[in-house]
């Protein structure tokens, strides 16, 4: 079932701007939007999936109002949109129960892979290097794909390009995009051919020989 998303900030060009971002990605439906955090919990009892959170907002900050918005969406993920990327505020985030840390300078394809980590139940913090990429948190677990993206990771590790790709799985090349970064990012891989050994090595996948690509 498409995810439905609300997005709290107090600018509305902002929000307008990254509305038009996630909407494109192929497992949101509905968006809402708020300006503030009282403002959002008013729309309870709607059934929110992920909440994109500004962390500095006039009134209630994003931080704070992480406990009210947890009461209000007991089921959301929350992710926190920050202009700044300082550690404390990523430590703090971190404490309160935030499910995720996303700079505001963060590329398109960073949110959309955020909002792929965050919808599959995984926390996604900006690592180190580069400062401002969506990562998800260091883990030796079993990386959470959907149905979709194992449909897509098979196809890849056939050696199919997006293009190809997109037209068995009857998807568009920018869905695919969204699916190999998604993967990249649980799967902790950087390329092709490094996501092949690690979903063979995880058993995520079971191609025959001939199949693989070299």
Do not use: W, Y
Not at 46 to 55: E, R
């Amino acid at each position: 079932m498409p995810a439905l998303l609300l997005l709290i900030d107090d600018h509305t060009l902002f929000r307008t701007g990254l509305r038009l971002i996630v909407q494109e990605h192929p497992g949101v439906g509905s968006i809402a939007e708020a300006g503030t955090v009282t403002e959002a919990c008013a729309l309870a009892p709607m059934d929110v999936d992920l909440v994109l959170l500004d962390i500095l907002m006039p009134g209630m900050s994003g931080l704070d109002g992480l406990l009210p918005l947890r009461k209000a969406f007991p089921r959301a993920r929350i992710v926190l949109v920050s202009a700044s990327v300082a550690p404390d505020a990523m430590r703090e985030a971190r404490m309160r129960g935030a499910d995720g840390f996303l700079p505001k300078s963060a590329s398109g394809d960073d949110i959309l892979a955020a909002i792929s980590l965050a919808l599959s139940g995984v926390a996604c913090f900006p690592t180190d290097s580069p400062i401002g990429s969506a990562a998800a948190i260091p883990s030796t677990a079993t990386p959470m794909l959907t149905a979709r993206q194992i449909d897509v990771l098979r196809l890849l590790c056939m050696g199919k390009s997006n293009k190809l790709i997109a037209r068995d799985l009857g998807l568009s090349e920018n869905t695919v995009r969204v699916h190999v970064t998604a993967i990249f990012t649980q799967l902790g891989v950087n390329s092709r051919s490094t996501a092949l050994l690690r979903a063979q090595g995880l058993g995520l996948v079971d191609l025959p020989p001939s199949s693989l690509t070299a």
